[in-house]
Protein backbone atom coordinates (compact mmCIF):
# COMPACT_ATOMS: atom_id res chain seq x y z
CA UNK A 1 0.00 0.00 0.00
CA UNK A 2 1.70 3.02 -1.05
CA UNK A 3 -1.28 5.81 -1.67
CA UNK A 4 -2.53 8.39 0.87
CA UNK A 5 -5.64 7.46 1.80
CA UNK A 6 -8.30 9.40 3.54
CA UNK A 7 -11.45 8.27 4.78
CA UNK A 8 -14.49 10.29 5.42
CA UNK A 9 -17.57 8.80 6.86
CA UNK A 10 -20.93 9.67 8.02
CA UNK A 11 -24.95 10.41 7.82
CA UNK A 12 -27.03 11.96 5.67
CA UNK A 13 -26.31 15.72 5.49
CA UNK A 14 -23.35 14.92 8.22
CA UNK A 15 -20.76 17.00 6.30
CA UNK A 16 -19.37 14.65 5.33
CA UNK A 17 -18.28 15.99 1.26
CA UNK A 18 -17.34 19.42 2.47
CA UNK A 19 -15.11 18.35 4.76
CA UNK A 20 -13.40 15.74 2.02
CA UNK A 21 -13.51 19.07 -0.27
CA UNK A 22 -11.61 20.66 2.55
CA UNK A 23 -8.94 18.44 2.76
CA UNK A 24 -8.22 18.36 -0.97
CA UNK A 25 -7.89 22.08 -1.58
CA UNK A 26 -5.41 22.41 1.37
CA UNK A 27 -3.58 19.42 -0.26
CA UNK A 28 -3.92 21.15 -3.72
CA UNK A 29 -4.89 23.70 -5.98
CA UNK A 30 -5.98 21.68 -9.01
CA UNK A 31 -7.80 18.65 -7.36
CA UNK A 32 -9.63 15.65 -8.94
CA UNK A 33 -13.18 15.17 -8.06
CA UNK A 34 -14.19 11.31 -9.45
CA UNK A 35 -17.85 11.30 -9.27
CA UNK A 36 -19.35 7.47 -9.34
CA UNK A 37 -22.66 8.30 -9.78
CA UNK A 38 -24.85 7.16 -12.59
CA UNK A 39 -27.88 9.46 -12.03
CA UNK A 40 -31.24 8.73 -14.26
CA UNK A 41 -31.92 11.97 -16.08
CA UNK A 42 -35.73 11.06 -14.27
CA UNK A 43 -34.43 11.74 -11.18
CA UNK A 44 -34.43 15.43 -11.11
CA UNK A 45 -33.32 15.53 -6.85
CA UNK A 46 -30.68 13.66 -7.74
CA UNK A 47 -29.65 16.29 -10.31
CA UNK A 48 -30.54 19.61 -8.17
CA UNK A 49 -28.18 17.39 -5.42
CA UNK A 50 -24.81 17.30 -7.75
CA UNK A 51 -25.34 20.40 -9.59
CA UNK A 52 -25.22 21.93 -5.79
CA UNK A 53 -22.03 20.08 -5.31
CA UNK A 54 -20.34 21.36 -8.32
CA UNK A 55 -21.53 24.91 -7.61
CA UNK A 56 -19.88 24.84 -4.48
CA UNK A 57 -16.36 23.74 -6.16
CA UNK A 58 -16.83 26.40 -8.30
CA UNK A 59 -17.23 29.17 -6.09
CA UNK A 60 -14.82 27.75 -3.63
CA UNK A 61 -12.63 30.53 -1.49
CA UNK A 62 -9.31 28.88 -1.75
CA UNK A 63 -9.44 29.27 -5.43
CA UNK A 64 -8.48 25.78 -6.53
CA UNK A 65 -9.65 24.69 -9.49
CA UNK A 66 -11.57 21.59 -9.70
CA UNK A 67 -11.00 18.96 -12.22
CA UNK A 68 -14.28 15.93 -12.47
CA UNK A 69 -13.98 12.64 -13.76
CA UNK A 70 -17.08 10.60 -13.98
CA UNK A 71 -16.69 7.09 -13.51
CA UNK A 72 -18.83 4.65 -12.35
CA UNK A 73 -16.88 1.28 -12.23
CA UNK A 74 -13.25 1.47 -12.58
CA UNK A 75 -11.35 4.60 -11.79
CA UNK A 76 -8.25 2.88 -13.16
CA UNK A 77 -8.87 3.52 -16.33
CA UNK A 78 -7.98 7.10 -15.11
CA UNK A 79 -4.79 6.21 -12.75
CA UNK A 80 -2.64 7.76 -15.72
CA UNK A 81 -4.13 11.52 -14.86
CA UNK A 82 -4.27 11.16 -10.80
CA UNK A 83 -0.35 10.26 -10.46
CA UNK A 84 0.84 13.61 -8.13
CA UNK A 85 -2.83 14.31 -7.71
CA UNK A 86 -5.23 14.94 -5.62
CA UNK A 87 -8.31 12.94 -5.67
CA UNK A 88 -11.66 12.94 -3.62
CA UNK A 89 -13.90 9.63 -4.73
CA UNK A 90 -17.48 10.48 -3.55
CA UNK A 91 -18.90 8.22 -3.05
CA UNK A 92 -17.91 4.57 -2.00
CA UNK A 93 -21.75 4.07 -1.70
CA UNK A 94 -22.80 4.95 -5.19
CA UNK A 95 -19.42 2.88 -6.62
CA UNK A 96 -20.76 -0.29 -4.71
CA UNK A 97 -24.14 0.36 -5.88
CA UNK A 98 -22.83 0.83 -9.23
CA UNK A 99 -20.92 -2.90 -8.89
CA UNK A 100 -24.14 -4.49 -7.29
CA UNK A 101 -26.35 -3.34 -10.06
CA UNK A 102 -23.30 -4.60 -12.71
CA UNK A 103 -23.54 -8.49 -10.96
CA UNK A 104 -27.46 -8.36 -11.25
CA UNK A 105 -28.51 -8.36 -7.57
CA UNK A 106 -30.60 -5.65 -7.66
CA UNK A 107 -32.44 -7.63 -10.74
CA UNK A 108 -32.14 -11.24 -8.98
CA UNK A 109 -34.33 -9.46 -6.15
CA UNK A 110 -37.00 -8.04 -8.36
CA UNK A 111 -37.31 -11.01 -10.09
CA UNK A 112 -39.77 -12.05 -7.54
CA UNK A 113 -40.14 -15.18 -4.92
CA UNK A 114 -38.90 -17.58 -7.01
CA UNK A 115 -35.46 -15.94 -6.08
CA UNK A 116 -33.01 -17.54 -4.36
CA UNK A 117 -31.81 -15.45 -1.92
CA UNK A 118 -28.53 -17.25 -2.05
CA UNK A 119 -27.88 -16.11 -5.79
CA UNK A 120 -28.57 -12.34 -4.33
CA UNK A 121 -25.77 -12.99 -1.61
CA UNK A 122 -23.52 -14.16 -4.32
CA UNK A 123 -24.05 -11.19 -6.41
CA UNK A 124 -23.78 -8.83 -3.98
CA UNK A 125 -20.55 -10.47 -2.31
CA UNK A 126 -19.04 -10.89 -6.10
CA UNK A 127 -19.52 -6.58 -6.43
CA UNK A 128 -18.38 -5.96 -3.11
CA UNK A 129 -14.76 -8.07 -3.76
CA UNK A 130 -14.56 -6.16 -7.17
CA UNK A 131 -14.72 -2.94 -6.02
CA UNK A 132 -11.83 -3.90 -3.35
CA UNK A 133 -9.92 -5.63 -6.10
CA UNK A 134 -9.94 -2.38 -8.24
CA UNK A 135 -9.38 -0.01 -5.05
CA UNK A 136 -6.44 -2.04 -4.87
CA UNK A 137 -4.76 -1.65 -7.85
CA UNK A 138 -5.92 2.02 -7.70
CA UNK A 139 -3.76 2.48 -4.50
CA UNK A 140 -0.71 1.37 -5.38
CA UNK A 141 1.39 3.92 -6.79
CA UNK A 142 3.02 6.17 -3.77
CA UNK A 143 2.21 9.61 -5.45
CA UNK A 144 -1.11 9.80 -4.92
CA UNK A 145 -3.28 11.46 -2.44
CA UNK A 146 -6.84 9.66 -2.12
CA UNK A 147 -9.98 10.96 -0.03
CA UNK A 148 -12.83 8.31 -0.30
CA UNK A 149 -16.33 9.62 0.89
CA UNK A 150 -18.59 6.86 2.27
CA UNK A 151 -22.05 6.73 3.72
CA UNK A 152 -22.69 5.00 7.36
CA UNK A 153 -25.73 3.15 6.25
CA UNK A 154 -25.98 0.34 9.25
CA UNK A 155 -26.97 2.76 11.89
CA UNK A 156 -30.39 2.99 10.90
CA UNK A 157 -33.85 0.79 10.65
CA UNK A 158 -33.12 -2.87 9.45
CA UNK A 159 -33.75 -3.27 5.47
CA UNK A 160 -37.07 -4.41 4.13
CA UNK A 161 -35.88 -6.46 1.54
CA UNK A 162 -32.92 -9.34 1.14
CA UNK A 163 -30.78 -7.57 -1.08
CA UNK A 164 -31.26 -4.04 0.90
CA UNK A 165 -29.95 -5.96 4.05
CA UNK A 166 -26.99 -7.88 2.17
CA UNK A 167 -26.29 -4.31 0.87
CA UNK A 168 -25.82 -2.82 4.03
CA UNK A 169 -23.97 -5.84 5.33
CA UNK A 170 -21.23 -5.10 1.70
CA UNK A 171 -21.32 -1.76 2.59
CA UNK A 172 -20.30 -2.18 6.53
CA UNK A 173 -17.54 -4.64 5.42
CA UNK A 174 -16.53 -2.29 2.33
CA UNK A 175 -15.79 0.73 4.95
CA UNK A 176 -13.46 -1.50 7.48
CA UNK A 177 -11.71 -2.51 4.86
CA UNK A 178 -10.85 1.09 3.24
CA UNK A 179 -10.66 2.36 7.03
CA UNK A 180 -7.93 -0.61 7.85
CA UNK A 181 -5.70 0.62 4.29
CA UNK A 182 -6.19 4.43 5.19
CA UNK A 183 -4.29 6.73 7.03
CA UNK A 184 -6.50 8.40 8.34
CA UNK A 185 -10.37 7.87 9.32
CA UNK A 186 -13.05 10.71 9.90
CA UNK A 187 -16.29 10.09 11.63
CA UNK A 188 -18.58 12.96 10.83
CA UNK A 189 -21.62 13.82 12.88
CA UNK A 190 -23.28 17.75 12.77
CA UNK A 191 -20.73 18.70 10.87
CA UNK A 192 -17.94 17.94 13.57
CA UNK A 193 -14.97 15.79 12.43
CA UNK A 194 -13.93 12.90 14.77
CA UNK A 195 -10.65 11.23 14.04
CA UNK A 196 -11.28 8.10 14.30
CA UNK A 197 -7.68 6.80 13.18
CA UNK A 198 -4.59 8.84 11.91
CA UNK A 199 -1.07 7.67 11.21
CA UNK A 200 0.26 11.08 10.85
CA UNK A 201 2.32 12.99 13.46
CA UNK A 202 1.38 16.13 14.87
CA UNK A 203 3.35 18.54 13.54
CA UNK A 204 2.19 22.64 14.02
CA UNK A 205 1.94 24.63 10.65
CA UNK A 206 5.44 26.23 9.40
CA UNK A 207 4.41 30.00 9.69
CA UNK A 208 5.99 33.18 8.57
CA UNK A 209 6.71 36.14 10.84
CA UNK A 210 2.91 37.75 10.14
CA UNK A 211 1.41 34.42 10.97
CA UNK A 212 0.51 33.41 7.16
CA UNK A 213 1.11 30.00 6.32
CA UNK A 214 4.13 28.90 3.90
CA UNK A 215 2.42 25.18 4.48
CA UNK A 216 -0.96 24.13 5.95
CA UNK A 217 -0.70 21.19 8.78
CA UNK A 218 -2.50 19.02 6.34
CA UNK A 219 -0.18 19.76 3.96
CA UNK A 220 3.34 19.23 6.10
CA UNK A 221 1.53 15.99 7.31
CA UNK A 222 1.45 14.62 3.84
CA UNK A 223 5.03 15.27 3.05
CA UNK A 224 5.91 13.83 6.03
CA UNK A 225 4.47 10.61 5.31
CA UNK A 226 6.18 11.18 1.31
CA UNK A 227 9.08 11.37 3.43
CA UNK A 228 9.12 7.92 5.26
CA UNK A 229 7.83 6.17 2.36
CA UNK A 230 10.80 7.19 -0.02
CA UNK A 231 13.20 7.01 2.82
CA UNK A 232 12.16 2.91 2.93
CA UNK A 233 13.49 2.20 -0.13
CA UNK A 234 16.77 0.46 -1.11
CA UNK A 235 19.82 2.75 -2.19
CA UNK A 236 22.72 0.18 -3.62
CA UNK A 237 25.94 1.15 -1.53
CA UNK A 238 28.78 3.06 -3.18
CA UNK A 239 31.60 0.48 -3.83
CA UNK A 240 34.67 2.49 -2.87
CA UNK A 241 33.45 4.63 0.25
CA UNK A 242 30.54 5.78 2.79
CA UNK A 243 29.85 9.02 5.00
CA UNK A 244 29.27 9.01 8.27
CA UNK A 245 27.70 13.18 9.40
CA UNK A 246 26.86 14.38 12.98
CA UNK A 247 25.80 17.18 14.16
CA UNK A 248 27.98 18.98 16.92
CA UNK A 249 26.05 21.67 18.22
CA UNK A 250 28.51 22.05 21.50
CA UNK A 251 31.20 23.04 18.87
CA UNK A 252 28.62 24.52 16.09
CA UNK A 253 29.95 22.37 13.39
CA UNK A 254 28.46 19.69 11.23
CA UNK A 255 31.89 16.71 11.21
CA UNK A 256 31.44 14.86 7.80
CA UNK A 257 33.99 11.62 7.82
CA UNK A 258 34.51 9.67 4.58
CA UNK A 259 35.96 6.19 5.50
CA UNK A 260 36.92 3.90 2.30
CA UNK A 261 35.48 0.76 1.95
CA UNK A 262 34.32 -2.07 -0.37
CA UNK A 263 30.77 -3.69 -0.98
CA UNK A 264 31.03 -7.86 -1.38
CA UNK A 265 28.93 -10.32 -3.16
CA UNK A 266 26.16 -10.12 -0.43
CA UNK A 267 26.21 -5.92 -1.14
CA UNK A 268 27.61 -5.73 2.69
CA UNK A 269 29.73 -3.08 3.30
CA UNK A 270 33.34 -4.07 4.21
CA UNK A 271 36.29 -2.77 5.39
CA UNK A 272 39.55 -2.84 2.97
CA UNK A 273 40.30 -6.56 4.54
CA UNK A 274 36.83 -7.82 3.89
CA UNK A 275 36.00 -7.10 7.27
CA UNK A 276 32.14 -6.32 7.71
CA UNK A 277 31.31 -3.08 9.02
CA UNK A 278 28.19 -3.10 11.65
CA UNK A 279 26.12 0.28 11.46
CA UNK A 280 27.86 2.37 14.39
CA UNK A 281 30.26 -0.45 15.44
CA UNK A 282 33.54 -0.22 16.40
CA UNK A 283 35.05 -1.77 14.19
CA UNK A 284 34.33 1.08 11.53
CA UNK A 285 37.88 2.31 9.90
CA UNK A 286 39.90 5.00 10.36
CA UNK A 287 38.25 8.26 8.24
CA UNK A 288 40.21 9.30 4.43
CA UNK A 289 38.96 12.32 5.28
CA UNK A 290 37.34 14.67 7.80
CA UNK A 291 35.33 18.08 7.31
CA UNK A 292 34.26 20.71 9.75
CA UNK A 293 31.97 22.47 8.68
CA UNK A 294 29.07 25.74 9.88
CA UNK A 295 26.81 25.00 6.94
CA UNK A 296 25.18 22.31 4.65
CA UNK A 297 26.30 24.62 1.70
CA UNK A 298 30.41 25.02 2.93
CA UNK A 299 29.97 21.36 3.20
CA UNK A 300 28.99 20.35 -0.04
CA UNK A 301 31.23 23.10 -1.44
CA UNK A 302 34.53 21.68 0.07
CA UNK A 303 33.64 17.93 -0.66
CA UNK A 304 32.29 17.45 -3.82
CA UNK A 305 33.80 20.70 -5.50
CA UNK A 306 37.14 21.22 -3.88
CA UNK A 307 38.02 17.95 -2.66
CA UNK A 308 40.41 16.54 -5.12
CA UNK A 309 39.72 12.84 -4.63
CA UNK A 310 35.77 13.18 -4.94
CA UNK A 311 35.72 12.34 -8.77
CA UNK A 312 37.99 9.08 -7.90
CA UNK A 313 35.13 7.88 -6.01
CA UNK A 314 32.50 6.95 -8.68
CA UNK A 315 29.47 8.45 -6.46
CA UNK A 316 26.23 7.88 -7.82
CA UNK A 317 23.97 10.42 -8.39
CA UNK A 318 21.38 9.09 -6.05
CA UNK A 319 24.07 8.89 -3.19
CA UNK A 320 25.64 12.56 -3.42
CA UNK A 321 21.59 13.82 -3.38
CA UNK A 322 21.34 11.57 -0.46
CA UNK A 323 24.76 13.11 1.13
CA UNK A 324 23.23 16.60 0.42
CA UNK A 325 20.13 15.95 2.31
CA UNK A 326 21.38 14.27 5.55
CA UNK A 327 24.01 17.24 5.97
CA UNK A 328 21.10 19.54 5.24
CA UNK A 329 19.32 17.70 8.28
CA UNK A 330 22.66 17.72 10.43
CA UNK A 331 22.62 21.57 9.66
CA UNK A 332 18.83 22.09 10.73
CA UNK A 333 18.98 19.92 13.93
CA UNK A 334 22.40 22.18 14.67
CA UNK A 335 20.36 25.57 14.76
CA UNK A 336 17.12 24.74 15.74
CA UNK A 337 16.26 24.84 19.20
CA UNK A 338 14.74 21.62 20.37
CA UNK A 339 16.00 19.74 17.79
CA UNK A 340 17.65 16.32 19.32
CA UNK A 341 20.94 14.93 18.62
CA UNK A 342 21.75 14.00 15.13
CA UNK A 343 23.99 11.47 13.14
CA UNK A 344 23.89 9.69 9.84
CA UNK A 345 25.57 5.87 10.19
Known amino acids: MAATIYLISGGARSGKSRYAEDICEKLSKCPIYLATAQVPKQDSDFQDRIQKHQETRQNTSSGSQWT ?53 SIAVERGRLKLQDEFDLMVRPYNITYVFVTNEVGSGTHGATHVTRKFVDAQGWLNQYIASKANQVVHMVCGIP ?18 DELASPVAKLEAERLDRHLSSRKIPMDKKGYFVIKAV ?29 SCG ?15 AKEATVQIF ?6 NQLELSVGHVAYVGREIQKAEYSLYQQGCGPYQQD
Open 68 to 120: TIEEPLKPTKHLDNFKGQVVLVDCLTLWLTNWLLEEGAFTLESNGEGTNKKDV
Open 194 to 211: NILKSEFRTTRAIAKGNG
Open 249 to 277: PEEGVIVIRFMSSIVNDKGEVCDLQGNKI
Open 281 to 295: GANRPDPLMVWRCRT
Open 305 to 310: EEWPKV
